[in-house]
């Protein structure tokens, strides 16, 4: 394994217990509040914005109870799908160092740094995006190349 791999983990690793201490230890926003208190009453969709924070919010809060670490979870595991894709997006269009070097800018860059500790509409809409993005620049790639 290579020094800058291993710095790579260690770092990534770091970030993530961190965020995971964050998650447990720090109250709802008033953003969270608000789609965790849609989850009481499921619809299609509310006032100002579609319903699907409602429905990422209400299995977690079903399973694990009405606890603010449970609101929290469905946007804590799609950061780590969104760290995922775009470490591999890097990868496959860049290699390695950009992989690593664009995955861990998103525990840095403010908006995700800070915005998407919580379930917020933008974590949903962010991992749909990326992910879009990987699936069409593979499917590209096996007819391209």
């Known amino acids: 394994m290579k020094n800058s791999s291993l710095v790579f983990r260690i770092l990534a690793i770091s970030f993530l217990i961190f965020r995971t201490l964050v998650i447990f230890n720090i109250g709802l926003i008033d953003d969270e509040a608000y789609h965790w208190s849609w989850t009481q009453k499921m619809d299609w969709s509310y006032f100002d914005h579609p319903g699907m924070v409602s429905w990422i919010i209400w ?56 915005a998407s500790l919580g379930t917020l509409p933008d974590v949903p809409l962010a991992l749909f995006w990326i992910l879009i993005t990987w699936i069409l620049l593979t499917s590209l790639s096996v007819y391209i190349i």
């Open 59 to 114: 299995p977690f809060t079903q399973i694990f109870g009405q606890v603010e670490w449970a609101i929290r979870l469905p946007g804590f595991l799609m950061f780590i799908a969104i760290f995922y894709v775009v470490y591999r997006l890097g990868q496959d269009l860049f290699g390695q160092k950009v992989a690593e070097i664009s995955s861990l800018l998103l525990f840095v860059i403010p908006l995700w740094g800070v």
